[in-house]
């Protein structure tokens, strides 16, 4: 039992930073307390990665996967979705279960196609599919409240810099469903702290996908608000990295 519970500690904290191809448990700390510039999506982040390494367990999975966070990280971005336009509420909690079960699952079946016949991971394969599925059955379910996008109620201190540079942060907060630049600010730093090789790649990784975006003259509004940016930054960071 104690040693189920470190194995779920540890694997917690590596979910985090397994979305930046890392696995670091003090990494993940960090970048756990990065999403609390957003308290509901921390929380349903969190349940999101308890619940999946709690199922996986229970189910026997090989506990090396889930204390690395090959499990807990696609729970991390399910719990971290769900909270954006919703009330976090019994309701959200129970269909946010219902969701990581689907999602446990999901994930076991991926591994075992792609691995044995394409040789390939999942990686967050698994949080796209679900994530499809439960946002279109939100369309039909009406015990959810719906909410205006949590702001960060510091934002306005922000200090006016090049929104290029601005731009950058969202999208590093993005990756999280964070849209307070403070939140993008604390993971550049953690990013340039542990790694200046990554935190390079993500710099580049953006600037390269910055510049094909306004040379095919793409929509910014995307980029300004850190929901396309970050697909760049995790691209740079995984080819590179």
């Known amino acids: 039992m104690k040693n189920s519970l470190k194995t779920v500690g540890i694997s917690t904290l590596s979910a985090y930073s397994t979305v930046l191809f890392s696995g670091s448990p003090i990494l993940g700390f960090l970048i756990f307390c990065a999403t609390l510039f957003n308290p509901p999506a921390a929380l349903t982040g969190l349940l999101g990665i308890l619940f999946s390494n ?46 990581i079960i689907l999602l446990v699952f999901v994930t076991l079946s991926l591994e075992y196609i792609l691995s044995y016949f394409f040789g390939l991971p999942v990686l967050s394969l698994p949080f796209v599919i679900v994530s499809i599925i439960l946002y279109l059955s939100f369309y039909d379910y009406k015990g959810l409240t719906n909410k205006q996008a949590y702001v960060f109620p510091y934002d306005n201190l922000f200090p ?10 969202k999208s590093l907060g993005g990756i999280f469903f964070q849209s307070s630049p403070w939140s993008g600010l604390c993971i550049a730093i953690i990013l340039l702290i542990s790694s200046r090789i990554v935190f390079l790649l993500s710099v580049l990784g953006f600037g390269l996908g910055l510049t094909f975006h306004i040379f095919l003259n793409g929509n910014l509004d995307g980029i300004a608000i850190g929901n396309v940016g970050f697909n760049y930054i995790l691209t740079s960071i995984g080819v590179g990295g």
Do not use: C, M, T, W
Request: avoid cysteine; hydrophobic fraction near 55%; aromatic fraction near 18%.
């Open 54 to 99: 709690f199922l996986a367990l229970f189910l026997g999975v090989y506990e090396e996967r889930i204390r690395k966070g090959l499990y807990g990280f696609n729970g991390l971005l399910v719990g971290l979705s769900v909270s954006i336009y919703h009330q976090v509420d019994l309701n959200l909690i129970i269909i946010l279960l219902a969701a």
């Open 160 to 169: 006016e810099i090049p929104y290029y540079i601005l731009y950058y942060l």
